[in-house]
């Protein structure tokens, strides 16, 4: 007899069918006479409820149902009297296949975040957990859907690389030399024309610079992937590997890039709304009772467009009104998540995008406005969570561009290949980055990082 997934059962299993299921078994309870068993299987949230007749089965095989364990069971679906929904198994047979041992540290409610961190190799069986991978896979599928129905090509771009896209040197190197036996020059910096790729390489911060070859060809494109930043923020925002999804689009300024941006939050939002309504209305219940309310909000809400130097002036009044602040607030700061915080939940109640930046505190590659103090860089702040979202219109003039790198003192000798695009028919272009991890901070409600991703990495945890 062939499987049937524990959803499916639930979607359109009737009364009277014969059904197989396998899972793990979440509880076990009952009397003398009847067990029951809840078990889960990964396909939904909802355990399917297992009778048991303790008559009917071997002793020693029931005493190994225990939680934890893996078992297949067989039975009749019958109406459901107790368990809350609205089937449940009569079992006829039941066979363990992975008994669990005692030792098993989820046998309680109740584990703290920290608890779990340190079993994330088996926190996916928690009803949490699940909740969370499961809207984990169904928002790369909404990313990828928005996208593809909008004409964008999903463009693959190197994880290892020689140039740093953000200028911020926080990359992990990438080499395979004998790190006991370095070879030296005369002046003893490292030498790397022996290293296997001839040259210094990192993991990449960030898709972007490749992403713009291909926009300038394809027209639009999007990446999405891994990528790799050695900051050592210890915050509940921060990751050293994470996902991001960079689009790039060409003949698109700053009024088409924020536009989208806020297309794309919203679809994807929606999306979770409309396809993850049982992990959703977990969540909402157990980890974050405003959750629904806020995903709502956030769909039917325009989102605020704010420049930098307004922005200023309202962190500026709020602190003539007595807010007081950790960090200092004055034109050309790189604002704080505070600040950030503070515009979105306190003074607009609404997610806020920032434009304008001043050129010191954003990335080389920015378009410069005409004052010559600002760039058209573009962060989407949200609720909760802060940056969601940084992107910006580039600077298609090849004099700027170049004139910008130098300033920066960036190498050019690994940057030919991204100028020869302002040198060969260059073209108005912008793109932005949204960070996965924070996108489902947001849709999950989960408060730290470390919880939306299945095994994180961050400053002196690599463990799994
Ligand atoms: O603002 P960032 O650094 O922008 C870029 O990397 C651009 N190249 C994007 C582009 O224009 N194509 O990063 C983009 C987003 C941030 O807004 C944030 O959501 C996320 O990536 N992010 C991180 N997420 C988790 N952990 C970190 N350490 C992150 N750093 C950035
Ligand atoms: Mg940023």
């Given at each position: 007899m062939r499987r049937t997934k524990i959803a499916d059962i639930f979607k359109s299993g009737k009364a009277g069918e014969t059904v197989l299921v396998k899972g793990w078994v979440r509880t076990r309870r009952g009397s003398k006479q009847v067990s029951f068993i809840a078990l889960n299987?990964?396909?939904?949230i909802i355990n399917l409820q297992i009778v048991v007749d303790i008559d009917k089965f071997d002793e020693e095989m029931l005493k190994l149902i225990t939680t934890g364990a893996c078992i297949s069971a067989e039975g009749t679906l019958v109406e459901s009297q107790?368990?809350?929904?609205?089937v449940e198994v009569q079992a006829t047979a039941i066979e363990v296949l992975g008994p669990c041992d005692s030792t098993y540290p989820l046998q309680k409610k109740g584990h703290t975040w920290e608890f779990l961190r340190d079993i994330a190799h088996l926190r996916p069986r928690t009803n949490t957990f699940g909740a969370i991978f499961r809207i984990r896979h169904n928002m790369a599928i909404a990313i990828h859907k928005f996208f593809h129905e909008k004409g964008f090509y999903y463009f693959h771009t190197p994880i290892i690389t020689a140039s740093d896209c953000e200028g911020a040197g926080q990359m992990f190197q990438v080499t395979t030399q004998n790190l006991y036996n370095l070879q030296k020059d005369e002046n003893g910096n490292i030498r790397y024309d022996g290293d296997f790729f001839g040259k210094q390489t990192s993991l990449t911060v960030s898709g972007q610079l490749e992403g713009e070859l291909a926009a300038t060809a394809l027209g639009a494109i999007y990446t999405f992937g891994p990528t790799f930043r050695a900051e050592n923020s210890n915050t509940p925002r921060h990751l050293a590997e994470f996902w991001m999804i960079e689009p790039e689009i060409a003949f698109c300024d700053l009024q088409d890039l924020m536009d989208l941006e806020e297309e794309f939050i919203k679809y994807c939002v929606q999306w979770a709304l409309d396809n993850c309504a049982d992990d959703l209305a977990f969540l909402n219940k157990m980890v974050d009772n405003g959750l629904i309310e806020r995903l709502k909000s956030v769909v039917g809400t325009e989102f605020v467009r704010l420049p930098y130097t307004e922005g200023i002036k309202i962190l500026e009044e709020a602190i003539a009104n007595g807010h007081k602040f950790e960090f200092p607030v004055y034109w050309g700061c790189d604002l704080a998540s505070e600040h950030e915080r503070y515009l979105v939940e306190?003074?607009?109640k609404k997610p806020v995008i920032m434009i304008?930046?001043?050129?010191?505190?954003?990335?080389?590659y920015m378009k410069q406005n005409a004052d010559g103090k600002t760039v058209q860089g573009t962060d989407v702040l949200f609720p909760q969570i802060g940056e969601i979202i940084g992107g910006s219109v580039r600077e298609e003039n090849y004099d700027k561009l170049m004139k910008r790198i130098e300033e920066l003192h960036i190498p050019m000798k690994d940057m030919w290949w991204y100028l020869d695009t302002r040198k060969y028919g260059t073209c108005p272009h912008a793109g932005f980055g949204l960070g996965f991890e924070r996108l489902l901070l947001f849709v999950t409600g989960m408060a730290n990082i470390r919880d939306v991703i299945p095994f994180p990495r961050t400053p002196g945890k690599a463990e799994f």
């Open positions: 299987d990964g396909s939904t107790g368990s809350g929904q609205s306190t003074h607009f304008d930046y001043p050129a010191e505190i954003k990335a080389f």
